[in-house]
């Protein structure tokens, strides 16, 4: 099965786009991409908002299912801020050790704790100005925790989300924060948050760092980087990943068929995509780089 015309034409349709069309066309890209991927969520497990905090930390250089192999027993141990201030360093980097920059995140916890005891009473702050305040928080992990734990809208700038805004032609921009505010201009404020997980659900899944699949993609007809990956059904298809990977070439309009039983996965299940400009520099020296 061939794409069809509009696909192999996206990258010269869009070379004279103006501001205006770029705005429009992310908008639209954005409604199919809440069609593509219904089940986009934070896939972090956590029942408050200091478990997100804790978690979206330990997430730097790991995958989620590894944090979420982690939190029930750091979790049952550490019920409150005043836990993490107090924790046996020894003991908590013996809980983290399985999730890489063990040491780093044990400094980030108690650190954490402490701040929250001193400055809020224990309690995880609802605005962005006080979270990226605290150990081991940046503008990712608030905008996570404000997104997720306290539903104000805020935009999560992941390696998945900086590399699939710089391929849909939404920004040309590596900056992390200067990404986020392009796009908040460019979708509305409502959205920021489920567009987050949109985005990284769509760069798991489909529009992977190496070999994106291009030819089984639901936005191929408005992509500018259309044809960086294979453009036919058949090899595209065989990238797609997940628990949804048939659901997804059928939304692509690619026979079901094509996408081999090991494709089922969820995406955690395989190793996680090698850091990006990031790296591990900034795991160290902030620990929140999923």
């Known amino acids: 099965m061939t794409r069809p015309r509009a696909a192999?034409?996206?990258?010269k349709r869009f070379a004279g786009e103006t501001?205006?069309?770029?705005?429009?066309?992310?908008r639209r890209m954005a409604r199919v991409l809440a069609e593509t991927h219904p089940d986009a969520?934070?896939?972090?497990?956590?029942?408050?908002?200091?478990?997100?905090?804790?978690a979206t930390i330990l997430s730097a250089q790991t995958t989620d299912v590894r944090?979420?192999?982690?939190?029930?027993?750091?979790?049952?141990?550490?019920?409150?801020?005043?836990?993490?201030?107090?924790?046996d360093r020894a003991e908590m980097e013996t809980l983290l050790r399985p999730t890489g920059f063990f040491?780093?995140?044990?400094n980030s916890l108690i650190g954490l704790g402490q701040a929250l005891l001193e400055r809020h009473d224990g309690q995880i702050p609802r605005k962005l100005d006080d979270l990226v305040k605290l150990p081991?928080?940046?503008?990712?992990?608030?905008?996570?925790?404000?997104?997720?734990?306290?539903?104000?809208?805020?935009?999560?700038?992941?390696t998945h989300f900086r590399r699939l805004t710089n391929r849909f032609g939404w920004v040309d921009e590596q900056d992390e924060v200067k990404i986020e505010f392009l796009v908040a201009d460019l979708i509305e404020k409502r959205d920021w948050t489920m567009l987050s997980h949109r985005v990284i659900f769509h760069g798991r899944r489909v529009c992977h760092a190496r070999t994106p699949a291009c030819?089984?993609?639901?936005?191929?007809?408005?992509?500018?980087?259309?044809?960086?990956?294979p453009t036919e059904a058949a090899p595209?298809?065989?990238?797609?990943?997940?628990?949804r990977a048939r659901d997804l070439a059928v939304a692509a309009g690619v026979d079901p068929g094509l996408v081999p039983a090991a494709a089922v996965l969820t995406p955690e299940d395989a190793a996680p995509e090698a850091p990006g400009a990031l790296g591990a520099a900034e795991a160290l020296r902030e620990p929140e780089d999923a």
């Open 8 to 11: 192999i034409l996206a990258p």
């Open 19 to 26: 501001v205006l069309g770029r705005k429009r066309r992310a």
């Open 41 to 54: 969520h934070c896939e972090l497990d956590f029942t408050n908002p200091l478990e997100l905090a804790v």
């Open 67 to 87: 944090v979420n192999q982690v939190t029930p027993e750091l979790f049952h141990r550490y019920r409150t801020a005043a836990d993490y201030a107090a924790a």
């Open 103 to 106: 040491r780093a995140k044990t």
């Open 136 to 158: 081991g928080i940046g503008r990712k992990t608030a905008n996570v925790v404000l997104g997720n734990a306290f539903a104000v809208p805020g935009i999560t700038v992941d």
């Open 215 to 229: 030819g089984a993609c639901t936005l191929a007809a408005m992509c500018p980087s259309f044809g960086t990956g």
């Open 236 to 243: 595209a298809a065989k990238l797609l990943k997940g628990p």
